[in-house]
């Protein structure tokens, strides 16, 4: 991570500034880990989308800013304040909130402004922009140093939505500054607009996936080399032969086309490994790809490993990752009609980690 972290970096430039995006437990890396190395390499801060990942965040003793990305349950406000967390403020009703209870405490807030380009999601829409600038001018104990805004489709960055998002964030950033706000961070990059288009840059970037060293799609492979940062592994809990013609598993969804050789793998879909890759998956064992055969369960999975001299119990098998990117995660996941977050997210969850330095 730390490689890829100096990837980007030397990408975007030194007049850009990098706020990681560790939501989701990391990607299911491990959140204080992850956040620990990051703060040592040097980032802005970390972008987050839970109170409790915050918390942690600022137990582990990590003060770097905390931007808030996806808006705030108003609950959250008095821990907001407390933590020093800048929320990105998605609509009016957030605004308002946070102007009263900023008001009440007598506190200077921090926030971003979040606008809606397109995606139709979180934002303020540009035609209440106006309003929202009004009630921060009526508010000084509000501090806009932030505006941004979010890519439905980053990875495409010629499509028309890319291009109409642009424009209307161009717009909204003129609007403000007509106003006389200057918001000291204008952010718009995902990991994908991030490396494939200098324009979308401005001078903050939030990076998430390119991080964890997967590639938001085939473009940015020729732009930037990154490294997979997760390895999944497992050991082979038993082996057996199985004549022509048996069904493997539940359903069953595989019948043996011939005498074949099972690995039987204690790991399914309550560790992440979804029942999605029955009969599509694939993994690493002594360097051969072996494929998932039938359904993946709860907690057992098969593999063919026919093709394979010697396999015992204990052998360690590379469910996603490997060393030399054996079973790379962009592959995995497109098999199970997953995406790569998906599958990070899911693996990372409850699996106990080890993390390795490698200088
Ligand atoms: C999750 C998230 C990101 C990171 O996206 P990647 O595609 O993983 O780089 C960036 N910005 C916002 C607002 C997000 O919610």
């Not at 918001?183 to 990991?191: G, Q």
């Not at 401005?202 to 940062?229: F, T």
């Not at 560790?271 to 039938?294: H, I, Q, T």
Request: proline share 6%.
């Amino acid at each position: 991570m730390r490689e890829n972290l100096k990837a980007i970096k030397e990408l975007v430039g030194p007049q850009v500034s990098i706020l990681p995006v560790i939501k989701s437990e990391a990607y299911g890396h491990g959140l204080i880990p992850i956040a620990k190395v990051l703060a040592a390499e040097g980032v802005y801060g970390f972008g987050l989308s839970d109170l409790e990942e915050v918390q942690r965040i600022r137990e582990a003793g990590l003060a770097l800013p905390v931007i808030l990305l996806s808006g705030f349950e108003p609950s959250w406000l008095p821990e907001i304040v407390r933590l020093r967390v800048i929320p990105a403020v998605i609509d009016l009703y957030q605004l308002r909130l946070l102007a009263e209870f900023s008001k009440r405490q007598g506190k200077k807030v921090a926030l971003h402004l979040k606008i809606d380009t397109g995606m139709n999601r979180l934002g303020i829409h540009p035609s209440e922009l106006d309003q929202a600038l009004s009630l921060l001018e009526d508010n000084p104990q509000l501090e806009l140093s932030g505006v941004m805004s979010h890519l439905a489709a980053g990875e495409h960055p010629r499509a028309v939505i890319t291009r109409q998002q642009k424009a209307l964030f161009e717009e909204a950033l003129k609007e403000i500054k007509r106003r006389g706000f200057r918001p000291r961070f204008i952010h718009l990059a995902n990991s994908a607009a991030c490396i494939l288009d200098a324009k979308a840059r401005y001078n903050l970037v939030r990076p998430g996936l390119a991080l964890y060293g997967v590639y938001p799609g085939p473009e940015a492979r020729k732009k930037i080399k990154l490294k997979p940062v997760m390895t999944y592994k497992a050991r082979v809990l038993s082996v057996k032969e199985v004549a022509k013609g048996e069904g493997v598993g539940y359903g069953p969804l595989y019948r043996s086309q011939g005498p074949m050789k099972l690995a039987l793998v204690p790991v399914g879909y309550d560790d992440g490994y979804l029942r999605a890759l029955s009969n599509r998956g694939f993994a690493s064992l002594k360097g051969e790809r072996v494929p998932v055969v039938g359904a993946v369960s709860m907690r057992c999975t098969a593999f063919d490993v026919s093709a394979l001299k010697d396999v015992s119990p204990g052998d360690e098998i590379v469910l996603l990752g490997g060393e030399g990117g054996e079973v790379p995660v962009e592959e995995l996941a497109a098999r199970a009609g997953l995406i790569s977050y998906e599958l990070l997210c899911l693996l990372g969850r409850k699996v106990s980690k080890i993390y390795l330095r490698s200088s």
